[in-house]
């Protein structure tokens, strides 16, 4: 039985009196008694090999490396190679941490449109749109039939009719001129229930009226609510198409109150989006300037080019965003022995192992900021801790801090 293995019996043999038992461990086969082993050197006044105390930078808290049920441990001596020890230098880091939340898809505001008819009348053909379809923009929707539409169609026939008699009966008579302001008047009334000047110039050409309106779409883009069914009766205020350009989409959600602060303009996330095989970055492009009484949340969004069609609105989306948390030292979380009552590291110095309680703060990307117990430029251990704390814990309770109770350097 080797020298580390005694070490880790008598350590559990320590810790089961709970640091209370007086009498020396057991000689345990194999290993030499604690008799023969060498006296503790005695603890010089001021150790060069000890970390002076570190200020935390609060008034009144201080750090300090005294630590009675830990000792200094020598690595001259152990295996270390086949121990992985390793070592990590005490840094300053921009930290910053991921957060997760919750997205959904839904259409560009900016790119959507709504038809309604600017008459009273009834749907008389469809032209077979439907939910979903793709138009263009002046495609035909719907044909409406309007007694108003039909009214002033008549009217302009009329008006035209009665220019062209005062003409033949009276050639070059300034009354049938004087009906050129009547019949311009009747034709600008006509778009204001968008007819195209193509049917008012058509029904002048062909002598008869339409007797009603054609809608057609004012922008490229998809069906996405329709409630022109032939045969029913609309009025201005019934929307009857809902049409977006779904190239370009939005993925919305909400910031909850501990990162609102921490979010702007332009800040980069990454959505992972029910149709999407890959992560897809985006840039944040709208923050909300109130928050949501309900939730409590700030609303934002980002937009996500959809040209493949992959994206569908309504899907929902993890929304992941890098959330800065301030630059201060850092070490790797493989570094901290954590205990519940402290946190502990082993700095390195002059070829011994130093127990150093630090206080921690969050643990970003890996590492843990340190708020107090160490300096920038410290080397601290990253691998072998178990045994390091189990040396530590040995060397103290055999009353010295540099020596090596089994007899090693």
Request: proline share 6%; net charge neutral.
């Amino acid at each position: 039985m080797n020298r580390h293995t005694a070490a880790l019996i008598v350590l559990a043999l320590f810790s089961a009196c709970d640091g209370r038992c007086q009498q020396a461990p057991k000689h345990v086969h194999g290993a030499p008694p604690a008799a023969s082993a060498p006296p503790a050197a005695p603890t010089p006044a001021r150790d060069p090999r000890a970390i002076p105390a570190r200020e935390s930078g609060a008034a009144g808290d201080e750090a300090s490396t005294s630590i009675s049920d830990h000792g200094h441990v020598s690595l001259e001596g152990l295996p270390l190679p086949e121990l992985r020890f390793a070592t990590a230098k005490v840094e300053k880091r921009s930290l910053s941490r991921l957060t997760r939340t919750t997205g959904w898809v839904t259409i560009d505001e900016t790119r959507t449109s709504e038809v309604h008819a600017k008459v009273r009348g009834y749907v008389i053909s469809s032209h077979n749109s439907f939910v979903g379809m793709s138009v263009k923009r002046g495609q035909a929707l719907a044909s409406l039939y309007s007694e108003g539409v039909y009214a002033a169609e008549l009217e302009l026939l009329a008006l035209g009719a009665q220019q062209r008699a005062l003409g033949e009966a009276l050639p070059g008579s300034p009354a049938a001129k004087s009906l050129d302001a009547v019949l311009d008047a009747t034709r600008k009334r006509f778009s204001l229930w968008d007819v195209s000047q193509g049917q008012v110039g058509q029904v002048e050409k062909t002598g008869r009226p339409s007797k009603g309106v054609t809608l057609t779409a004012p922008r490229d883009g998809v069906i996405l609510a329709r409630s022109a069914i032939d045969g029913s009766y609309v009025e201005p205020a019934t929307q009857l198409f809902l049409i977006s350009d779904v190239s370009r989409l939005w993925v919305v959600f909400d910031i909850f109150q501990a990162n609102m602060g921490h979010v702007s303009l332009g800040q980069e996330v990454t959505l992972e989006c029910e149709g999407l095989d890959e992560p897809h970055k985006a840039k944040v492009s709208f923050l909300a300037p109130v928050v949501d009484p309900a939730t409590r949340s700030l609303r934002a969004r980002v937009e996500v080019d959809n040209r493949k069609g992959h994206l569908r609105p309504g899907a929902f989306s993890t929304v992941t965003l890098e959330i800065p948390v301030g630059e201060g030292l850092a070490v790797p979380e493989d570094a901290v022995i954590r205990t519940g009552k402290r946190d502990l590291v082993f700095v390195i110095v002059d070829k011994m192992a130093v127990p150093t309680e630090v206080k921690l703060g969050p643990k970003v990307g890996g590492f843990y900021r340190i708020d107090s117990g160490l300096n920038e430029g410290d080397i601290v251990a990253t691998g072998a801790l178990f045994l390091l704390d189990a040396e530590s814990r040995l060397r103290a309770a055999s009353g010295g801090m540099g020596g090596n109770p089994h007899g090693g350097h």
